[in-house]
């Protein structure tokens, strides 16, 4: 595998809804945010090869924090490495504008000072 010469990236933003809600307290789950970095993925293969790709593997995933229905989150995603057919990727989902968690006031949220990191993994894709 090569670095990539050009810089291909994508960056999507996206409001988890109730249906993105899993567990209890409106948690939404982690298979949310791998879901959210596949359509990165997608996106950036689309960028780089003309084509959708498929998603071969993580190489690592990490969930730092939690995210529930309400919240706001901004998707980074960038290819850091090519190879023939494979194109290695690091994405980062950040926690933009979290959601009330007061039951008095639920359509209150509040635009964060600083974003949250709350995910992020490294992983690969292949194209024919």
Do not use: W
């Not at 109730?18 to 959210?36: E, F, I, K, P, T």
């Not at 006031?105 to 635009?111: E, G, H, Y």
């Amino acid at each position: 595998m090569t670095t990539s010469k050009k810089f291909y990236h994508c960056t999507h933003r996206v409001r988890m809804s109730q249906a993105d809600a899993h567990y209890g307290r409106n948690l939404v789950d982690g298979a949310r945010m791998l879901q959210l970095f596949g359509d990165a993925a997608t996106e950036l293969c689309i960028q780089h090869d003309g084509e959708e790709g498929l998603f071969r593997a993580y190489q690592s995933v990490e969930f730092l924090a939690p995210v529930y229905a309400g919240d706001f989150l901004e998707v980074q995603a960038k290819i850091v490495k090519v190879g023939k057919s494979s194109r290695q990727m690091k994405f980062e989902a950040y926690k933009i504008i979290e959601a009330s968690k007061n039951p008095k006031f639920p359509s209150r949220a509040k635009i964060l000072k600083k974003p949250l990191l709350v995910a992020k993994a490294i992983g690969t894709c292949v194209v024919l």
